[in-house]
């Protein structure tokens, strides 16, 4: 990366404060950067690196107090923002694989696409329709009948089992297993249970990012879909025919029960858990380690197991850390009661 400010300034659309034919050279944190880097501030926790940072240049907020003058400035309304359109535009990874390597199987019946690239060990099985450019990293296996769209990128170790459908741009990580068998089982009258045929698929719609080792069962009927632009972080368990609306995003270890619904635009943080068979409205927020025990209609913020809106959440959990004080107070008042009642029996003696 060799790039001079100004146009670095004029891709974020930012103002320059200091000298505009400054070369940058690299992109690098604040506590971490060098001479001809370019870091950027956005958070009043990193304001402690400000004048320790070795950084050229630095891509601050409108108005920011800029007390060094060894330094350039960008000013810019968002400036993490700013940083993470300059990564995407200079530091995006190529993954290079090009090529079909010739330990990779390819059926006869299978169809590959123009531009498309298979890595070591690869296997494409019968009737598989892969699209163009896309790219598979090594000893990953696709079964029969997986459709994979146009530029899709896969990663290494990863498992596709049959009649799977993924679409356009698709991003899977390693190690992640797409439409194995949902957890289906019959007890019979001895208690002894019986697996339930899993015979639907799992449909992967466009612009979908997979993180690693992401758990997606196919459908016991039907199909479990993951829809466009759902962005999911790595150890997550989808179950049997869930439902995820468009633009959702799931962090890490969070576990979706069967055949529950959720909503556009909502986000699940960390090991939130959803029981099965219930909804969660669009635009609907669970904080890290929600426990959702049934379907949530109304969008907002929630908190706790089970679940409860933000609000009554945190009363409830202020009230929790006070029990010890509750309780003190509660047994110096049951002492006073005790006390006021022996006073009035004295007094009726």
Known sequence: ???????????????????????????????????????????????????????SAILVKTGFDKTRDDIDYIEIEHP???????????????????????TAFVHPAAVIGQGTALGKNVIISSGCKIGDNVKI??????????????NTLIFQNVSIRENCKIGKRVII??????????????????????????????????????????????????????????????????????IIGENTVISSQS????????????????????????????????LAQAGISKSIKKPGKYFGSPAKELSIALKLEAHLRSLPEYAERIKNLENQIKTLQKEIQKANK
């Open 80 to 102: 993490e923002k700013a940083f993470f359109t300059l990564i995407r535009n200079y530091l995006t990874p190529k993954f290079p694989l090009e090529g079909i390597d010739k």
């Open 173 to 242: 990580h390693p190690g992640t297993v797409i439409g194995a068998d949902g957890f289906g089982f019959n007890p019979d009258e001895k208690g002894v249970y019986h697996k339930i045929p899993q015979v639907g698929n799992v449909i992967i719609e466009d612009d979908v990012e997979l993180g690693a080792n992401v758990t997606v069962d196919r459908a016991s009927l039907g199909s479990t879909i993951i829809k466009s632009r759902v962005k999911i972080d790595n150890l997550v368990q989808i179950a049997h025919n869930v």
């Open 1 to 55: 990366m060799k790039v001079k400010l100004q146009e670095i300034a004029e891709l974020v659309n930012g103002k320059i404060i200091g000298d505009e034919s400054s070369i940058i050279r690299g992109l690098a944190k604040i506590d971490e950067a060098k001479n001809g880097d370019l870091t950027f501030l956005y958070h009043p926790a990193y304001e402690k690196y400000f004048q320790t940072t070795k950084a």
């Open 255 to 286: 576990g979706i029960s069967g055949s529950t619904k959720i909503g556009r635009n909502c986000i699940l943080a960390g090991q939130v858990g959803l029981v099965g068979h219930i909804e969660i409205a669009e635009n609907t927020i669970l």
């Open 137 to 150: 990293f090594h000893n990953t296996v696709l079964l029969d009948n997986v459709e994979v769209g146009d």
